[in-house]
């Protein structure tokens, strides 16, 4: 499941269709709920017009900081603390026994799902768990704005376990941490430029 929803929450590159296709032969292998969430994704992306759909992609999760995939933007904010919490993450990609992604940061919802589905699924659900309130944040942007990526990410949030509503409401209402020292913040939110040919 969590391989489907990484192709499906990549980049809308010239690649798009084989990922779709893909998706399709991952399908007959997921049951229930997943199966249909992840399907209604594929079809809505497979009859988006391709420049419309990398407009809207970059709209969406790279120009709003509410529905970011870069998960230590809710937990850290643009604070020095970020840091370390990107390093969690290459260091936990190190221990499986692969390199952090040159092109994604390593908080990128993409790429965890990608590593917890193909290099160590333990150590994958530990940290989609600890973010699980940040992807239940994106999950709710993505339906206000009627995303078609929002079952997906539905999807993804119903493999781990729930939140609290303390802690879902205390990051609703205020919104992620900021800096508070005097010096300036680190600065981590918007990802790197798109190299061609996406993820």
Same mark, same amino acid.
């Given at each position: 499941?969590?391989?489907?929803?990484?192709?499906?929450?990549?980049?809308?590159?010239?690649?798009?269709?084989?990922?779709?296709?893909?998706?399709?032969?991952?399908?007959?292998?997921?049951?229930?709920?997943?199966?249909?969430?992840?399907?209604?994704?594929?079809?809505?992306?497979?009859?988006?017009?391709?420049?419309?759909?990398?407009?809207?992609?970059?709209?969406?999760?790279?120009?709003?900081?509410?529905?970011?995939?870069?998960?230590?933007?809710?937990?850290?904010?643009?604070?020095?603390?970020?840091?370390?919490?990107?390093?969690?993450?290459?260091?936990?990609?190190?221990? !499986?026994?692969?390199?952090? #992604?040159?092109?994604?940061?390593? @908080?990128? $919802?993409?790429?965890?799902?990608?590593? *917890?589905? +193909? &290099?160590?699924?333990?150590?994958?659900?530990?940290?989609?768990?600890?973010?699980?309130?940040?992807?239940?944040?994106?999950?709710?942007?993505?339906?206000?704005?009627?995303?078609?990526?929002?079952?997906?990410?539905?999807?993804?949030? !119903?493999?781990?376990?729930? #939140?609290?509503?303390?802690?879902? @409401?205390? $990051?609703?209402?205020?919104?992620?941490? *900021?800096? +508070? &020292?005097?010096?300036?913040?680190?600065?981590?939110?918007?990802?790197?430029?798109?190299?061609?040919?996406?993820?």
């Amino acid at each position: 499941m969590w391989q489907a929803a990484s192709l499906l929450l990549a980049y809308p590159d010239d690649g798009q269709q084989h990922r779709l296709e893909m998706v399709d032969q991952l399908l007959d292998y997921i049951a229930g709920t997943a199966r249909g969430l992840l399907g209604e994704t594929v079809a809505a992306l497979r009859v988006q017009d391709p420049i419309r759909a990398a407009a809207t992609y970059v709209d969406t999760f790279d120009l709003r900081r509410r529905s970011t995939m870069l998960l230590t933007y809710w937990t850290a904010g643009d604070t020095r603390n970020r840091g370390v919490q990107m390093l969690a993450f290459a260091q936990s990609y190190r221990s !499986a026994g692969v390199e952090p #992604p040159k092109r994604e940061a390593p @908080d990128h $919802l993409p790429v965890v799902l990608e590593f *917890a589905a +193909t &290099v160590d699924p333990e150590a994958g659900q530990r940290l989609l768990a600890a973010h699980r309130v940040p992807i239940d944040v994106l999950r709710q942007a993505l339906v206000d704005t009627g995303s078609p990526y929002a079952p997906t990410v539905a999807a993804v949030a !119903a493999t781990l376990p729930a #939140p609290t509503e303390h802690d879902a @409401d205390r $990051l609703l209402r205020c919104g992620p941490p *900021a800096e +508070t &020292v005097g010096l300036q913040p680190f600065q981590l939110t918007v990802p790197p430029r798109r190299a061609e040919g996406g993820l």
